[in-house]
């Protein structure tokens, strides 16, 4: 299966992620998109596929959001965008494309939606939080 995944190593729900695609037994091809970050194409239709608008995939926390003014509801989307190519930081993460559909995957489960199942075994959270039992299938 053929896996995106638009990843910060510095992000515990973007470890988390990753973790549950590899406990699905695939190797995903990963993009740090702080060092790799997509194109105004890529970036729109990858929110247009997660089923957001470009302001629900802005991320403030930690990010120069407020320093930025991004807070100003008159901002358009392409004003949105912009931001977000100019500050790949602001891009909220992580996002997961697979033949499946889209995900902006917070919280990290999330990705299950859009993996096949059942997962290869157990897995929890960096925290210990369970979400897959012992016979691969999901903790609701």
Known sequence: MDITIYHNPNCGTS?????????????????EYLKTPPSRSQLKDM???????????????????????????????????????????????????TPLGARLCRPSEVVLDILPLPQKGAFAKEDGEPVIDAEGNRIA
Not at 82 to 94: Q, S, T
């Open 47 to 97: 929110i247009a596929k997660a089923g957001l608008s470009v302001r629900e995939a802005v991320r403030e926390k930690g990010t120069p959001y407020a320093d930025l003014g991004l807070d100003n509801p008159a901002l358009t989307d392409v004003d949105l965008l912009d931001a977000m190519l100019e500050h790949p930081i602001l891009i909220n993460r992580p996002f997961v494309l």
């Open 15 to 31: 470890r988390n992620t990753l973790a549950l695609i590899r406990n699905a037994g695939i190797e995903p091809k990963v993009i």
